[in-house]
Protein backbone atom coordinates (compact mmCIF):
# COMPACT_ATOMS: atom_id res chain seq x y z
CA UNK A 1 0.00 0.00 0.00
CA UNK A 2 1.63 3.36 -1.28
CA UNK A 3 1.80 6.04 2.37
CA UNK A 4 -1.35 8.33 1.85
CA UNK A 5 -2.40 9.96 5.00
CA UNK A 6 -5.71 8.15 6.57
CA UNK A 7 -6.99 11.68 6.78
CA UNK A 8 -7.19 11.88 2.39
CA UNK A 9 -8.21 8.25 2.07
CA UNK A 10 -11.19 8.75 4.39
CA UNK A 11 -12.21 11.96 2.71
CA UNK A 12 -14.81 12.94 -0.26
CA UNK A 13 -14.63 16.55 -0.90
CA UNK A 14 -16.15 16.16 -4.26
CA UNK A 15 -19.06 13.87 -2.97
CA UNK A 16 -22.16 15.40 -1.77
CA UNK A 17 -22.10 16.44 1.82
CA UNK A 18 -25.22 14.42 2.58
CA UNK A 19 -23.70 12.03 5.55
CA UNK A 20 -22.23 12.73 8.74
CA UNK A 21 -19.77 10.28 8.10
CA UNK A 22 -16.79 8.90 10.89
CA UNK A 23 -13.04 9.46 9.61
CA UNK A 24 -12.63 5.64 8.17
CA UNK A 25 -12.45 4.45 5.02
CA UNK A 26 -13.14 0.85 5.13
CA UNK A 27 -10.61 -1.56 2.46
CA UNK A 28 -11.93 -5.09 3.21
CA UNK A 29 -13.94 -7.72 5.49
CA UNK A 30 -13.58 -11.57 6.44
CA UNK A 31 -16.98 -12.48 8.18
CA UNK A 32 -18.00 -10.33 10.59
CA UNK A 33 -14.92 -8.77 11.01
CA UNK A 34 -13.48 -5.46 8.81
CA UNK A 35 -10.24 -3.81 8.16
CA UNK A 36 -10.25 -0.05 7.64
CA UNK A 37 -7.23 1.14 5.03
CA UNK A 38 -4.86 1.50 7.49
CA UNK A 39 -5.20 -1.93 8.78
CA UNK A 40 -6.78 -1.65 11.63
CA UNK A 41 -10.12 -4.35 12.07
CA UNK A 42 -13.64 -3.55 13.95
CA UNK A 43 -16.32 -6.13 14.87
CA UNK A 44 -18.83 -5.16 12.01
CA UNK A 45 -22.46 -4.84 14.72
CA UNK A 46 -23.71 -2.69 12.21
CA UNK A 47 -23.55 -4.62 9.23
CA UNK A 48 -23.85 -2.04 6.89
CA UNK A 49 -26.83 -1.14 8.08
CA UNK A 50 -29.12 -4.45 8.32
CA UNK A 51 -27.70 -5.03 4.84
CA UNK A 52 -24.81 -7.62 5.24
CA UNK A 53 -26.67 -10.77 5.84
CA UNK A 54 -23.83 -13.39 5.67
CA UNK A 55 -21.20 -11.06 6.60
CA UNK A 56 -18.14 -10.22 4.69
CA UNK A 57 -16.54 -12.73 1.57
CA UNK A 58 -19.26 -15.07 2.80
CA UNK A 59 -17.10 -18.43 0.82
CA UNK A 60 -20.28 -19.86 -0.87
CA UNK A 61 -21.87 -16.10 -1.85
CA UNK A 62 -18.64 -14.97 -3.35
CA UNK A 63 -18.19 -18.24 -5.96
CA UNK A 64 -22.02 -17.76 -7.05
CA UNK A 65 -21.42 -14.31 -7.96
CA UNK A 66 -18.30 -14.22 -9.39
CA UNK A 67 -19.62 -16.98 -11.47
CA UNK A 68 -22.94 -14.49 -12.78
CA UNK A 69 -20.76 -11.66 -13.28
CA UNK A 70 -18.71 -13.90 -15.61
CA UNK A 71 -22.06 -14.56 -17.64
CA UNK A 72 -24.33 -11.57 -17.17
CA UNK A 73 -24.56 -8.88 -15.02
CA UNK A 74 -27.73 -6.81 -16.30
CA UNK A 75 -29.70 -7.85 -19.35
CA UNK A 76 -33.54 -5.65 -18.72
CA UNK A 77 -36.72 -6.02 -18.50
CA UNK A 78 -37.55 -6.37 -22.38
CA UNK A 79 -36.69 -9.74 -21.31
CA UNK A 80 -37.08 -12.54 -19.25
CA UNK A 81 -35.07 -13.05 -16.04
CA UNK A 82 -35.39 -16.56 -14.91
CA UNK A 83 -33.92 -16.48 -11.57
CA UNK A 84 -36.79 -13.48 -11.31
CA UNK A 85 -39.24 -16.38 -10.92
CA UNK A 86 -36.86 -18.44 -8.51
CA UNK A 87 -36.41 -15.83 -6.30
CA UNK A 88 -39.97 -14.58 -6.75
CA UNK A 89 -41.42 -18.03 -5.89
CA UNK A 90 -38.76 -18.40 -3.02
CA UNK A 91 -40.23 -15.50 -1.32
CA UNK A 92 -43.55 -15.91 -2.15
CA UNK A 93 -43.06 -19.61 -0.13
CA UNK A 94 -41.56 -17.91 2.91
CA UNK A 95 -44.27 -15.37 3.22
CA UNK A 96 -47.84 -16.93 2.47
CA UNK A 97 -48.19 -14.43 -0.24
CA UNK A 98 -48.35 -14.56 -4.16
CA UNK A 99 -46.59 -11.97 -6.65
CA UNK A 100 -43.42 -10.31 -6.22
CA UNK A 101 -42.20 -7.01 -8.11
CA UNK A 102 -38.52 -6.51 -8.12
CA UNK A 103 -36.88 -3.31 -7.75
CA UNK A 104 -33.23 -1.71 -5.90
CA UNK A 105 -33.74 -0.10 -2.96
CA UNK A 106 -35.99 -0.11 -0.13
CA UNK A 107 -37.63 3.75 -0.92
CA UNK A 108 -38.26 2.13 -4.72
CA UNK A 109 -40.10 -1.04 -2.53
CA UNK A 110 -42.14 1.54 -0.57
CA UNK A 111 -42.79 3.73 -3.48
CA UNK A 112 -44.38 0.38 -5.37
CA UNK A 113 -46.36 -0.24 -2.35
CA UNK A 114 -47.89 3.28 -2.12
CA UNK A 115 -48.31 2.75 -6.11
CA UNK A 116 -50.38 0.01 -5.21
CA UNK A 117 -52.09 1.33 -2.52
CA UNK A 118 -53.27 4.32 -4.37
CA UNK A 119 -54.58 2.43 -7.67
CA UNK A 120 -56.19 0.13 -5.51
CA UNK A 121 -58.22 3.01 -3.93
CA UNK A 122 -59.10 4.10 -7.90
CA UNK A 123 -59.92 0.83 -8.87
CA UNK A 124 -62.64 0.99 -6.39
CA UNK A 125 -64.03 4.49 -7.33
CA UNK A 126 -62.19 6.56 -4.60
CA UNK A 127 -60.40 9.50 -6.22
CA UNK A 128 -58.63 10.88 -3.48
CA UNK A 129 -57.33 7.62 -1.62
CA UNK A 130 -55.55 8.07 1.89
CA UNK A 131 -52.83 6.00 3.79
CA UNK A 132 -52.27 5.53 7.27
CA UNK A 133 -48.61 5.82 8.15
CA UNK A 134 -47.10 6.22 11.84
CA UNK A 135 -44.81 8.56 14.16
CA UNK A 136 -41.57 7.80 14.37
CA UNK A 137 -41.93 5.66 10.97
CA UNK A 138 -39.30 5.77 8.47
CA UNK A 139 -39.67 4.62 4.88
CA UNK A 140 -36.93 6.51 2.67
CA UNK A 141 -36.23 9.41 1.21
CA UNK A 142 -37.60 9.87 -1.97
CA UNK A 143 -40.65 12.55 -2.02
CA UNK A 144 -43.59 10.46 -1.50
CA UNK A 145 -41.41 8.07 1.21
CA UNK A 146 -39.98 11.17 3.18
CA UNK A 147 -43.82 11.97 3.19
CA UNK A 148 -44.61 9.18 5.03
CA UNK A 149 -42.02 9.00 7.35
CA UNK A 150 -42.46 10.20 10.88
CA UNK A 151 -39.41 12.58 11.07
CA UNK A 152 -39.49 16.32 10.86
CA UNK A 153 -35.48 16.38 10.30
CA UNK A 154 -36.08 14.43 6.96
CA UNK A 155 -38.89 16.10 5.95
CA UNK A 156 -37.66 19.53 6.59
CA UNK A 157 -36.89 21.85 3.39
CA UNK A 158 -38.17 19.26 0.68
CA UNK A 159 -42.04 20.47 1.13
CA UNK A 160 -45.02 20.78 -0.35
CA UNK A 161 -44.68 16.93 1.42
CA UNK A 162 -47.24 14.44 -0.70
CA UNK A 163 -50.85 14.21 0.64
CA UNK A 164 -53.00 11.26 1.80
CA UNK A 165 -51.55 10.58 4.50
CA UNK A 166 -52.86 10.17 8.45
CA UNK A 167 -50.59 9.63 11.32
CA UNK A 168 -50.62 7.99 14.28
CA UNK A 169 -49.09 6.64 16.86
CA UNK A 170 -47.96 2.89 16.80
CA UNK A 171 -49.51 0.36 18.75
CA UNK A 172 -52.87 2.40 19.52
CA UNK A 173 -55.93 0.71 18.12
CA UNK A 174 -58.32 3.32 19.46
CA UNK A 175 -56.38 6.12 17.85
CA UNK A 176 -55.97 4.20 14.31
CA UNK A 177 -59.69 3.79 15.08
CA UNK A 178 -60.57 8.04 15.51
CA UNK A 179 -58.41 8.57 13.19
CA UNK A 180 -60.41 6.47 10.04
CA UNK A 181 -63.86 6.29 11.52
CA UNK A 182 -66.09 7.69 8.87
CA UNK A 183 -63.47 8.52 6.16
CA UNK A 184 -64.79 6.42 2.55
CA UNK A 185 -60.75 7.38 1.47
CA UNK A 186 -58.99 5.10 3.44
CA UNK A 187 -56.88 2.44 1.09
CA UNK A 188 -54.17 1.14 3.19
CA UNK A 189 -52.51 1.02 6.83
CA UNK A 190 -48.47 1.43 5.94
CA UNK A 191 -46.18 0.99 8.77
CA UNK A 192 -42.96 -1.07 9.90
CA UNK A 193 -43.50 -4.74 11.89
CA UNK A 194 -40.41 -3.03 14.12
CA UNK A 195 -39.25 0.72 13.81
CA UNK A 196 -35.59 1.01 12.51
CA UNK A 197 -34.56 4.40 12.24
CA UNK A 198 -36.98 5.31 14.52
CA UNK A 199 -35.39 3.91 17.63
CA UNK A 200 -35.76 0.11 17.24
CA UNK A 201 -39.62 0.20 18.01
CA UNK A 202 -41.79 -2.97 17.87
CA UNK A 203 -45.55 -3.22 17.19
CA UNK A 204 -47.05 -5.43 19.58
CA UNK A 205 -48.38 -8.82 18.36
CA UNK A 206 -51.77 -7.73 19.68
CA UNK A 207 -52.06 -4.95 17.28
CA UNK A 208 -50.62 -6.32 14.47
CA UNK A 209 -53.51 -8.61 14.99
CA UNK A 210 -56.49 -5.89 15.95
CA UNK A 211 -54.44 -3.97 12.33
CA UNK A 212 -55.37 -7.33 10.44
CA UNK A 213 -58.94 -7.36 11.51
CA UNK A 214 -59.38 -4.44 10.74
CA UNK A 215 -57.90 -4.11 7.46
CA UNK A 216 -60.42 -7.29 6.46
CA UNK A 217 -63.06 -5.61 8.20
CA UNK A 218 -62.92 -2.25 6.44
CA UNK A 219 -61.29 -3.63 3.05
CA UNK A 220 -57.58 -2.00 3.36
CA UNK A 221 -54.33 -2.92 2.37
CA UNK A 222 -52.30 -4.01 5.53
CA UNK A 223 -48.96 -3.17 4.54
CA UNK A 224 -45.82 -3.82 6.34
CA UNK A 225 -42.28 -2.19 5.27
CA UNK A 226 -40.33 -4.96 6.21
CA UNK A 227 -37.51 -3.03 4.47
CA UNK A 228 -35.17 -3.66 7.84
CA UNK A 229 -36.50 -6.15 10.01
CA UNK A 230 -37.43 -8.81 7.51
CA UNK A 231 -35.13 -11.07 5.64
CA UNK A 232 -34.35 -13.65 8.96
CA UNK A 233 -33.15 -10.69 11.03
CA UNK A 234 -35.91 -11.61 13.85
CA UNK A 235 -35.12 -15.02 13.96
CA UNK A 236 -38.54 -15.47 11.13
CA UNK A 237 -38.27 -14.76 7.71
CA UNK A 238 -40.45 -11.38 8.09
CA UNK A 239 -41.12 -10.06 11.46
CA UNK A 240 -44.53 -9.89 11.58
CA UNK A 241 -44.83 -13.62 11.10
CA UNK A 242 -44.28 -13.35 15.20
CA UNK A 243 -47.98 -12.49 15.07
CA UNK A 244 -49.13 -15.30 12.81
CA UNK A 245 -50.14 -13.04 10.42
CA UNK A 246 -50.14 -12.15 6.81
CA UNK A 247 -50.16 -8.60 5.16
CA UNK A 248 -51.33 -7.60 1.46
CA UNK A 249 -48.01 -6.05 0.64
CA UNK A 250 -44.35 -6.30 2.64
CA UNK A 251 -41.50 -4.03 0.89
CA UNK A 252 -38.05 -5.53 1.05
CA UNK A 253 -34.79 -4.57 0.21
CA UNK A 254 -31.51 -4.34 2.92
CA UNK A 255 -30.54 -7.88 3.62
CA UNK A 256 -32.01 -9.55 0.48
CA UNK A 257 -29.12 -9.31 -1.76
CA UNK A 258 -26.30 -9.39 1.07
CA UNK A 259 -24.98 -6.02 0.14
CA UNK A 260 -26.15 -5.95 -3.27
CA UNK A 261 -28.55 -4.12 -3.94
CA UNK A 262 -32.12 -5.59 -4.44
CA UNK A 263 -35.60 -4.81 -3.37
CA UNK A 264 -38.47 -6.47 -3.84
CA UNK A 265 -42.80 -5.74 -2.90
CA UNK A 266 -44.17 -8.97 -1.89
CA UNK A 267 -48.03 -8.99 -2.92
CA UNK A 268 -50.97 -11.27 -1.37
CA UNK A 269 -54.27 -11.83 -3.59
CA UNK A 270 -55.52 -8.65 -2.31
CA UNK A 271 -52.98 -6.68 -4.30
CA UNK A 272 -51.14 -8.78 -7.26
CA UNK A 273 -53.02 -7.70 -9.87
CA UNK A 274 -53.16 -4.14 -9.30
CA UNK A 275 -50.39 -3.08 -11.83
CA UNK A 276 -51.06 -3.81 -15.08
CA UNK A 277 -48.41 -3.73 -18.17
CA UNK A 278 -47.17 0.10 -18.21
CA UNK A 279 -48.30 1.21 -14.50
CA UNK A 280 -45.06 0.30 -13.05
CA UNK A 281 -41.01 -0.35 -13.90
CA UNK A 282 -37.84 0.40 -13.31
CA UNK A 283 -34.53 -0.07 -15.20
CA UNK A 284 -32.03 -1.94 -12.55
CA UNK A 285 -34.72 -3.80 -10.99
CA UNK A 286 -34.25 -7.83 -11.33
CA UNK A 287 -31.32 -7.39 -13.12
CA UNK A 288 -29.59 -11.17 -13.46
CA UNK A 289 -27.16 -10.31 -10.50
CA UNK A 290 -29.26 -8.46 -8.34
CA UNK A 291 -31.15 -11.95 -8.65
CA UNK A 292 -28.08 -14.24 -8.24
CA UNK A 293 -27.68 -12.59 -5.23
CA UNK A 294 -31.23 -13.04 -3.76
CA UNK A 295 -31.62 -16.49 -4.55
CA UNK A 296 -27.85 -17.39 -3.15
CA UNK A 297 -28.77 -15.40 0.02
CA UNK A 298 -31.63 -17.25 0.82
CA UNK A 299 -30.16 -20.89 -0.13
CA UNK A 300 -27.44 -19.78 1.77
CA UNK A 301 -29.17 -18.67 4.42
CA UNK A 302 -31.21 -22.46 4.55
CA UNK A 303 -28.21 -24.14 4.67
CA UNK A 304 -26.50 -22.29 7.53
CA UNK A 305 -29.62 -21.86 9.71
CA UNK A 306 -29.07 -18.37 10.04
CA UNK A 307 -32.99 -17.68 11.18
CA UNK A 308 -32.13 -19.89 14.40
CA UNK A 309 -28.77 -18.35 14.72
CA UNK A 310 -30.57 -14.98 14.86
CA UNK A 311 -32.61 -15.91 17.57
CA UNK A 312 -30.09 -17.59 19.60
CA UNK A 313 -26.94 -15.10 19.03
CA UNK A 314 -29.76 -12.23 19.41
CA UNK A 315 -31.43 -13.56 22.50
CA UNK A 316 -27.82 -14.03 24.05
CA UNK A 317 -26.82 -10.39 23.16
CA UNK A 318 -29.96 -8.98 24.68
CA UNK A 319 -29.44 -10.96 27.42
CA UNK A 320 -25.93 -10.24 27.88
CA UNK A 321 -25.93 -6.77 27.49
CA UNK A 322 -28.72 -6.61 30.34
CA UNK A 323 -26.82 -8.11 32.71
CA UNK A 324 -23.75 -6.24 32.35
CA UNK A 325 -26.11 -2.76 32.54
CA UNK A 326 -28.36 -4.11 35.07
CA UNK A 327 -27.41 -1.33 37.50
CA UNK A 328 -27.96 1.51 34.45
CA UNK A 329 -31.42 -0.15 34.05
CA UNK A 330 -32.53 -0.08 37.27
CA UNK A 331 -31.79 3.76 38.05
CA UNK A 332 -33.07 4.18 34.60
CA UNK A 333 -29.92 5.48 32.78
CA UNK A 334 -30.86 2.94 30.63
CA UNK A 335 -34.09 2.73 29.66
CA UNK A 336 -34.59 -0.10 28.09
CA UNK A 337 -32.79 -2.86 26.02
CA UNK A 338 -35.44 -3.93 23.20
CA UNK A 339 -36.19 -5.87 19.49
CA UNK A 340 -36.10 -8.85 18.67
CA UNK A 341 -33.24 -11.49 17.18
CA UNK A 342 -30.38 -9.35 15.63
CA UNK A 343 -32.26 -6.10 15.55
CA UNK A 344 -31.66 -4.61 19.05
CA UNK A 345 -31.80 -1.48 20.31
CA UNK A 346 -30.46 0.29 23.55
CA UNK A 347 -32.34 3.19 24.80
CA UNK A 348 -30.50 5.54 26.91
CA UNK A 349 -31.92 8.30 28.59
CA UNK A 350 -29.21 11.03 27.05
CA UNK A 351 -28.24 11.46 23.71
CA UNK A 352 -25.34 8.86 22.90
CA UNK A 353 -24.17 10.10 19.31
CA UNK A 354 -20.57 10.17 20.61
CA UNK A 355 -20.42 6.32 21.07
CA UNK A 356 -20.69 5.83 17.43
CA UNK A 357 -16.59 7.13 17.25
CA UNK A 358 -15.87 6.11 20.72
CA UNK A 359 -16.75 2.02 20.01
CA UNK A 360 -14.93 2.74 16.52
CA UNK A 361 -11.78 3.74 18.27
CA UNK A 362 -12.19 0.22 20.16
CA UNK A 363 -12.80 -1.78 17.09
CA UNK A 364 -16.61 -1.83 16.94
CA UNK A 365 -19.02 -0.47 14.27
CA UNK A 366 -22.67 0.09 15.92
CA UNK A 367 -24.71 2.39 15.45
CA UNK A 368 -26.91 5.04 17.28
CA UNK A 369 -30.15 6.39 15.74
CA UNK A 370 -33.10 8.75 16.95
CA UNK A 371 -30.35 10.33 19.35
CA UNK A 372 -30.64 7.77 22.19
CA UNK A 373 -31.17 4.77 20.93
CA UNK A 374 -27.51 2.50 20.45
CA UNK A 375 -28.91 0.45 17.15
CA UNK A 376 -27.11 -3.53 16.89
CA UNK A 377 -28.11 -5.02 13.11
CA UNK A 378 -24.88 -7.41 12.52
CA UNK A 379 -24.86 -9.92 10.14
CA UNK A 380 -26.96 -12.86 10.70
CA UNK A 381 -23.90 -14.86 11.03
CA UNK A 382 -22.75 -13.26 14.08
CA UNK A 383 -21.34 -15.60 16.94
CA UNK A 384 -21.86 -15.53 20.62
CA UNK A 385 -18.33 -14.93 20.77
CA UNK A 386 -18.92 -11.81 18.88
CA UNK A 387 -22.15 -10.70 20.92
CA UNK A 388 -19.92 -11.06 24.28
CA UNK A 389 -17.25 -8.65 22.65
CA UNK A 390 -19.55 -6.27 21.81
CA UNK A 391 -20.43 -6.00 25.54
CA UNK A 392 -17.17 -6.28 26.48
CA UNK A 393 -16.58 -2.89 24.56
CA UNK A 394 -19.79 -1.54 24.39
CA UNK A 395 -21.27 -1.62 27.87
CA UNK A 396 -17.51 0.11 29.63
CA UNK A 397 -18.17 2.87 27.19
CA UNK A 398 -21.96 3.26 27.74
CA UNK A 399 -21.24 3.20 31.55
CA UNK A 400 -18.54 5.93 31.14
CA UNK A 401 -21.11 8.30 28.99
CA UNK A 402 -23.77 7.85 31.55
CA UNK A 403 -21.48 9.22 34.54
CA UNK A 404 -19.92 12.21 32.34
C1 LIG B 1 -33.56 1.74 5.10
C2 LIG B 1 -35.03 1.72 5.10
C3 LIG B 1 -35.77 2.21 4.01
C4 LIG B 1 -35.12 2.90 2.84
O1 LIG B 1 -34.30 2.04 2.12
P1 LIG B 1 -33.27 2.65 1.05
O2 LIG B 1 -32.70 1.42 0.40
O3 LIG B 1 -32.29 3.45 1.80
O4 LIG B 1 -34.07 3.46 0.11
C5 LIG B 1 -37.14 2.09 4.03
N1 LIG B 1 -37.77 1.52 5.07
C6 LIG B 1 -37.10 1.05 6.12
C7 LIG B 1 -37.85 0.39 7.23
C8 LIG B 1 -35.72 1.14 6.19
O5 LIG B 1 -35.05 0.70 7.25
Known amino acids: MTAQSPLIEASSPHVMNTYGRLPIALSHGQGCRVWDVNGKSYLDALGGIAVNTL ?34 KKLVELSGMTNVFFCST ?40 LSATGNPKVQAGFGPLVEGFIRVPINSLESLKAATDGNPNVVAVFFEAIQGEGGINPMHLDYLREVRALCNERDWLMMIDEVQCGMGRTGKWFAHQWAGI ?6 LAKGLGSGVPVGAVVAGPKAAHIFQPGNHGTTFGGNPLAMRAGVETIRIMEEE ?34 GQGLMIGVELAKPCGALVQQCADHGLLISVTADTVIRLVPPLIFTKQDADEVVSILSPLIQQLLQA
Open 106 to 145: GLEANEAALKLARKFGHDKGIERPEVVVYEKAFHGRSIAT
Open 55 to 88: GHNHPKLVPALQDQISKIIHSCNYYHVPNQEVLA
Open 305 to 338: GLLDNAANVGAHLSQALADALAAELARGAVREIR
Open 246 to 251: VPDVMP
